[in-house]
């Protein structure tokens, strides 16, 4: 048996700008949604209903973990905080390292095509 982790499919959109929305410091549903807005470039727009769908496949798939939030609660509900985990981390770099590789063989055929 290896640890060696499995190839792993590539990141839809979503789930790619989720990611790197928490990649620095966690946040809450709301800031997630309105961060992904702006990183995308306005393409993606969440329902409430398809961010939390996919945050709770990251939970389960533990590439995000909820923490606790020490701000005063909105309108008395408490707030839900997401980090990434070293999982998530990983899978992030991981994709990242991919989508260069792609952009690379594009640029190397148009340069081709160039020449």
Do not use: C
Not at 53 to 74: H, K, T, V, Y
């Amino acid at each position: 048996m290896t640890d060696k982790p499995s190839k792993q499919e590539p990141l839809t959109e979503a789930t790619f700008f989720i990611l790197l929305s928490i990649a620095q410091k966690p946040k809450h549903g709301y800031a997630i949604l309105k961060d992904v807005e702006t990183l995308s470039g306005g393409r993606i727009h969440f329902s409430t209903g398809t961010l939390y769908g996919a945050i709770s496949r990251m939970l389960e798939q533990q590439w995000i973990e909820q923490i606790e939030n020490d701000q005063p609660p909105d309108a008395g509900r408490p707030r839900k905080d997401y980090a990434m985990t070293p999982a998530g981390r990983s899978i992030l770099n991981a994709e990242v390292g991919r989508m260069e590789s792609v952009l690379a063989s594009a640029k190397r055929r148009f340069g081709e095509e160039a020449g």
